[in-house]
Every structure is written in structure tokens, then in C-alpha cells.
């Protein structure tokens, strides 16, 4: 019959693969799960039997064109095959396409170009074709680990450029010529999301860590700071319960 539906394992990261998520476990990073199909209507249903162990500590899971694809500290990982059903079957055996280790989950941004990630060495491109590419020529920041963990890595396709996210410097990578570039930002940013800004391409949100406030970044516009609070939703508690790590409102005007 149908594999029943089991609670997962906190995850270290989770990802989206065709028709099914895929998740790390945070306590095992050996060991990735996935779910069954996913069905419109129905949430996400994971399964005990729905897993395996890579020789490696994963990072993150991509949708590298269609197939699995596990980041880990030593290198990259495929699953190949259709999968398993809602009853049961399995991926082939985990293989290894690379030794070029991922060393920051926050780091990882799917591009039409392949996925971007960082490496002891800087930052790299695994193109579409599953070749490893350094981007650029590497800048001291960005090859220091250590100083330098990025908060969000995005990908702008109407500029076709990356933008790596500290707290205090924006690094711009510009696909067309091949640069990097370094902005300041005005104050400590924890964290930024690619919101769509109409037909002007991608607009950037950063959230400030000084202010606490959104701050957005785009062609059209200039900076900006807003801040909601209705009687229910405040951004830093939901109805006086201070759980809340981290929201993203996307909203939009006519």
C-alpha cells in the first residue's frame, strides 16, 4: 500500500526538485530525505523510508536540470532515476560529479548560467553542461571565508548580474563582462530577497539589522523605508508572541 506519512528530522536546508522537496538533516548531515510526489491540494508528505546517506556533510540540495543535486563540504552529489513512488522504490546510487566542496549554504543561488556556490577558493559557477568554472577574477573578500559569509546570494536576470550580501558590502558580478564590483550598504544588513518589480526586473529588499526595518534597492526607485503594524501582525511578534525569526511580506499597489 501508500507509505505512510512520518514526522522529518529538523532540516539543514531544503530544497525544491521537480515534483518532490528534499531536505538535510540537521543532525545528520550525511543523510538527505525526500518526499513522496507532491499533490496539489495536499501538503508535503515525508517518509522514513524516503531517504539515504552520502559519504559527505551536505550543504544544500539544488534542482540541477531536473536531477537531485547534493552540495557537500568535499564535493557534489547526483541522484539519478525517476525516484520513488507514493509506494516505495529509491534513486540510483549517489554519485559524485565533483570534489569541489560547498562551504556556505547561504551562498547557493540557481542562475540560467548553472548554481553559484562558495568554495575555500572563492566563488565558482557548476554550469549546466556539470563543469566547475570560477566566476571573475576572485577579490581578497570574497575568498576569505572566514571575514566574509555572505547573507543572501541573488541572482538579477534583467541586469543578468549576482549580487552577494554581507552585512556591511554588496558585491556585484556583473555575467556580461565577467567583474566584480563592491558597493557599501548604509547600515548592517541580516538578510535580502529578489522581489519582482514589474517590468524594471528585480527589486532587492534588505532587511537592516540597525533599524529593523525593509530597505529597497532598484533602477526605479529610491531608497525607501516602510514599516506596517496592524492590531494582529507586527514585524518583530505575532499577536505579543516573540517567536518570530524572520518575515517576508511582498505586497503590491494599484
Known amino acids: ?19 518532490r522537496l528534499f531536505g538535510i538533516n540537521a543532525e545528520n548531515r550525511s543523510e538527505w530525505w525526500c518526499t513522496k510526489p507532491l499533490v496539489e491540494g495536499y501538503a508535503p508528505e515525508w517518509s522514513s523510508f524516503l531517504q539515504g546517506i552520502v559519504g ?5 540540495v539544488v534542482d540541477m536540470q531536473g536531477t537531485p543535486t547534493l552540495l557537500g563540504e568535499n564535493g557534489i552529489w547526483q541522484l539519478h532515476g525517476a525516484g520513488p513512488n507514493a509506494f516505495g522504490g529509491s534513486f540510483a546510487p549517489p554519485r559524485k560529479i565533483s ?7 547561504s551562498s547557493v543561488c ?16 557548476l554550469d549546466n553542461g556539470l563543469q566547475i568554472q570560477e566566476i571573475g577574477n576572485p577579490i581578497e573578500p570574497l575568498t576569505n571565508r572566514q571575514a566574509h559569509t555572505p547573507q543572501r546570494v541573488i541572482y538579477d536576470p534583467h541586469e543578468d548580474e549576482l549580487r552577494v ?26 538578510d535580502a530577497i529578489a522581489l519582482p518589480d514589474g517590468d524594471s526586473g528585480e527589486t532587492i529588499m534588505t532587511i537592516q539589522q540597525s533599524t529593523g526595518f525593509p530597505a529597497y534597492e532598484s533602477e526605479s526607485a ?33
Open 99 to 105: 570534489h569541489v566542496g560547498c562551504v556556505s549554504r
Open 222 to 254: 529610491d531608497q525607501e523605508t516602510t514599516y506596517w503594524e496592524t492590531p494582529w501582525i507586527k514585524f518583530d511578534q505575532i499577536a505579543g508572541f516573540g517567536r518570530l525569526w524572520r518575515m517576508y511580506l511582498a505586497l503590491r499597489t494599484d
Open 1 to 19: 500500500g501508500e507509505l505512510e506519512a512520518d514526522p522529518p528530522p529538523s532540516f539543514h536546508h531544503i530544497g525544491v526538485v521537480g515534483d
Open 165 to 190: 550580501v554581507e552585512e556591511a558590502y554588496t558585491y556585484y558580478y556583473s555575467f556580461i563582462n565577467g567583474k566584480w564590483s563592491r558597493a557599501s550598504t548604509s547600515a548592517l544588513v541580516t
Open 110 to 125: 540557481l542562475t540560467k548560467y548553472g548554481c553559484i556556490f562558495q568554495t575555500d577558493r572563492g566563488y565558482v559557477l
Open 56 to 60: 559527505d556533510q551536505l550543504v544544500a
